[in-house]
């Protein structure tokens, strides 16, 4: 699906968080937003899902393949959520309830979307765990979230995303929570999946080093304005603005710095 967003303005009281701020992504592109911390990242994220905190109030244009989500009812809103948009969260823990089986939650979307039986809910919630890697799918349906790992919990969390091959995926700061090896593993299964689904992409993070592997655009984002934007490879050669040279910096200390003495 195509995402347009135009001249986003988000004002909490008195305050502009989020200030003209527009890209689009094509049909099956992918597109990083990188900031650090209260830039405006996940108002924008939380504006194109009509999920804004109360006070907060955005102008501006979100069209999904061409259709305005800025300021629709409710009701289109919550289907386009439950359909055609894919959320991953940063913290899995929260994302998930613990009262539920893995299984109950990966059925969630489509239990919610038409009847099916209780066999053919399984069947696919199963499907939805193997197809994250989670160990043994049969079995862990009937497993809980605290007797999976941070980066399984994350792997449920992308299943339930992917569970309605939504058109659009939203992930904001995915794999922060998780330790390095960790996040190097559910990248790399995030990024073949979106490939497999053909979704449109928006990727949040404050980490260059990620987005270089995930995305090839980038908009960077510094106090609710867009600052700098290019291909990723570009941004982080030849980066223009101050805050842009800041996050590559950082981006090079944690990943390039150790091996190779820089
Ligand atoms: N519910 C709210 N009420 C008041 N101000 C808010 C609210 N949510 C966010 N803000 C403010 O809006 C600005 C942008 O916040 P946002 O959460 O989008 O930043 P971010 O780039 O996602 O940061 P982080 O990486 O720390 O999550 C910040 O200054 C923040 O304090």
């Avoid at 053919?120 to 919630?125: C, D, F, K, N």
């Avoid at 799918?137 to 941070?150: F, I």
């Amino acid at each position: 699906m195509t995402l347009e967003v135009r001249g986003l303005t988000i004002r909490i009281g008195d305050r502009t968080v989020v200030d003209d701020v527009s890209f689009t992504v094509p049909d099956g592109g992918r597109f990083g937003l990188i900031g650090g911390s209260g830039s405006g990242k996940s108002l924008t994220v939380l504006a194109i899902l009509g999920l804004l905190p109360d006070g907060a109030d955005a102008t501006g244009s979100v069209l999904l393949d061409g259709v305005e989500l800025l300021g629709a009812p409710e009701r289109r809103l919550a289907r386009v959520r439950g359909s055609r948009i894919g959320t991953v969260f940063q913290d899995p823990q929260t994302a998930l309830n613990p009262l539920r089986t893995i299984g109950r939650q990966l059925a969630e979307p489509l239990r919610l979307r038409g009847r099916l039986t209780r066999t053919a809910t399984r069947a696919e919630a199963v499907r939805l765990a193997g197809l994250v890697r989670l160990p043994d799918p049969g079995r862990v349906v009937d497993a809980y979230p605290h007797q999976l790992s941070g980066g399984q919990r994350q792997r449920v969390a992308i299943g339930i995303a992917l569970a309605l091959s939504p058109g659009l995926l939203l992930a904001d700061e995915p794999t922060t929570a998780l330790d390095v090896t960790t996040q190097a593993e559910v990248l790399g299964l995030f990024d073949r999946l979106v490939a497999d689904a053909g979704a449109s992409l928006v990727f949040v993070t404050h980490d260059l080093a990620v987005l270089a592997g995930i995305t090839r655009e980038v908009l960077v984002l510094s106090e609710g304005r867009a600052v700098e934007r290019g291909p990723v490879a570009q941004v982080l050669a030849a980066p223009q603005h101050p805050v842009t040279a800041a996050l590559v910096a950082a981006a090079r200390a944690t990943s390039f710095g150790a091996g190779e003495g820089s």
